[in-house]
């Protein structure tokens, strides 16, 4: 079923499912994700924000430094031994040092370097490269109507996890990179700053590209960047690609916009992290560039909020608006609820609701409007992922960005509801049939390990049979990407004009046989796992902290 679903069967199937059923919790009618489904709600047409709540004073307490609710479920599997608890990280950990991963999260990231003189910055973009000599250039190749889509999911991964390993072990490369990543999560919003004269500069594009430019890396390689194959305009239905002539902190950028809400619930569930992070930093520049992008996200999720829960953007102009909601009604058929938490809110009131208070929690530190309960699935989650079924990440996302949202802002009792939510959550997703997975099999299980292993971090316990799971795709993904040729593109081994991707793949394979492991963006999980303050002493454990937070005992021949 593509983008244009029909808006009377849309409106019947949601009836039916609040016959059938609850209505607290998340959801998402609509992403632009794997298939780019939509489903459309008109709307009133509006461009401007509502008046603002007034602030209430915050609780003079700081970040929590445990978790003050106790939650527990019923324990099932055989119980892990301390040592497979202590092989398994010794691998994790031994394959982390063997392939660099700080280095290879500032190696592969790229943005504008300081000695450009401009505001420097790195992200997480997923093209190519290609090895001239001692030069490595980090390339996008021509792509005349796409390109970069949802990066921010990927890079708000990246960014929580190195902020961990920064906290947890002080390592200076780590702390680079945090500095660099902040930045890059800045620029992106930014660089939709049209000129000097434009106020507003916490909107978020969906990706910025600057000028082509060559310099050394923080280990004194050469490297390149060369945007061109992005230098070109495109508009299609859910984004368009332009060109701001004078942004006030780069010249020329170009800029695709429209972030829509496939990525928000992953930034959401970074700003918990980020906030420790700011508060924890021993480094100044460190403290700093993430202090700017803690106050940029903070005055999105503010904006989203005062804009009655939607997604503003910037046109070609510097002009504001609202996707879904223009004066033209064929582009706000086909954007529909890309960027809005509320089209379907007269259907299923509490439709999205994990959305709309998260982005209050973010914005305004204490809940506006929403009260969602427990955040549970209901039907407006079932219906959504038989329209595309990429909603179902979002719906998981939102419900826990929101948990760890609530917790960090110690609103516990909405948290100590949201994480029985979450429970139900994770029972459905573990009982869900094959036939009704929408994909492969081996690809939906490696998505609940780390859903799991994410949902560790913010008080969820975890079960035996959830770390054997967790093992099982995190070492995976150790044993098919620890040979990969390319995680050093200057090593000697990589032949001069080897050119391809710098991302390892994730699986191999086709339909129900596809055999798929932990993305390249998640092999860091480990260390958010070890640093946070929030997981459940209840839980059964699955790494062994003591490692992660002593480089000293990171032996790569484990990974062996």
Not at 54 to 59: L, T
Not at 250 to 259: E, L, Q, S
Request: contains cysteine.
């Amino acid at each position: 079923m593509r983008r244009q679903v029909a808006s009377v069967y849309v409106t019947v199937m949601f009836g039916l499912f609040l016959i059938m059923g609850g209505c607290s919790g998340s959801g998402s009618g609509a992403a632009d994700g794997d298939d780019e489904q939509e489903t459309t709600v008109e709307g009133e047409v509006g461009d401007e924000p509502a008046e603002e709540e007034p602030e209430q004073e915050e609780q003079p307490l700081g970040l929590p430094d445990s978790l003050a609710i106790t939650y527990t479920v019923p324990q099932e599997g055989t119980a892990v031994s301390d040592e497979e608890v202590r092989q398994f990280t010794r691998k994790v950990m031994g394959f982390l040092k063997k392939i660099k991963y700080f280095d290879y999260v500032l190696h592969s990231t790229h943005g504008v370097d300081a000695s450009t003189g401009k505001k420097d910055w790195q992200f997480w973009y997923s093209e190519s490269f290609r090895k001239d000599g001692d030069l490595v250039t980090y390339y996008h190749g021509e792509n005349l109507n796409d390109g970069g889509h949802n990066l921010h999911i990927a890079m708000s991964k990246v960014t929580g996890d190195l902020i961990a390993a920064y906290l947890l072990t002080g390592d200076q490369t780590a702390g680079l990179a945090v500095e660099k990543l902040c930045k890059g999560i800045s620029a992106s919003m930014l660089g939709m700053v049209r000129d000097i004269n434009d106020p507003v500069h916490h909107l978020m594009a969906r990706n910025v590209v600057a000028f082509n430019h060559e310099y050394l890396t923080h280990d004194h390689k050469r490297k390149a960047v060369d945007y061109s194959g992005w230098f070109s305009e495109y508009t299609r239905w859910n984004c368009y690609r332009f060109a701001y002539e004078n942004n006030p902190w780069w010249g020329k950028v170009w800029v695709t916009n429209i972030r829509s809400k496939d990525d928000a619930p992953h930034i959401f569930r970074l700003v918990p992290v980020l906030r420790y992070g700011v508060a924890g930093a021993k480094d100044d520049n460190v403290k700093e560039a993430c202090g700017e992008t803690l106050e940029l996200l903070e005055a999105f999720a503010k904006d989203i909020v005062d804009s009655d829960y939607r997604i503003r953007s910037k046109d070609q102009d510097g002009e504001i608006f609202i996707p879904g909601y223009t004066d033209d009604p064929d582009l706000n058929k086909n954007q529909g609820d890309l960027a809005s938490f509320i089209d379907y809110r007269d259907l299923i009131p509490a439709g999205e609701c994990n959305a709309r208070r998260g982005a209050e929690l973010i914005g305004y530190h204490h809940a506006i409007n929403e009260d969602c309960g427990r955040g549970e699935p209901n039907g407006y989650d079932t219906l959504s992922f038989k329209l595309n079924s990429y909603n179902k990440r979002i719906c998981r996302y939102f419900h826990l960005a929101h948990l760890a949202n609530a917790l960090v802002n110690r609103d516990d009792q909405a948290a100590s509801q949201l994480i029985d939510g979450l429970h139900e959550r994770m029972v459905l997703e573990k009982e869900t049939p094959e036939e009704d997975m929408q994909y492969s099999p081996d690809d939906w299980w490696r998505d609940v390990a780390l859903y799991l292993a994410q949902s560790h971090s913010f008080g969820y316990p975890l079960t035996n049979d959830d770390v054997r799971l967790i093992h099982a795709y995190y070492l995976k993904a150790v044993e098919k990407t620890a040979d990969w040729p390319y995680w050093d593109p200057w090593a000697d081994t990589v032949p001069d004009g080897t050119s391809g991707s710098y991302r390892p793949p994730d699986c191999e394979g086709d339909g129900d046989a596809r055999v798929c492991w932990w993305r390249v963006e998640d092999l860091g999980q480990i260390f958010e796992n070890c640093w946070s303050p929030l997981v459940n002493p209840g839980s059964a454990r699955f790494v062994d902290c003591d490692i992660v937070r002593d480089p000293a005992q990171w032996d790569e021949t484990a990974a062996e």
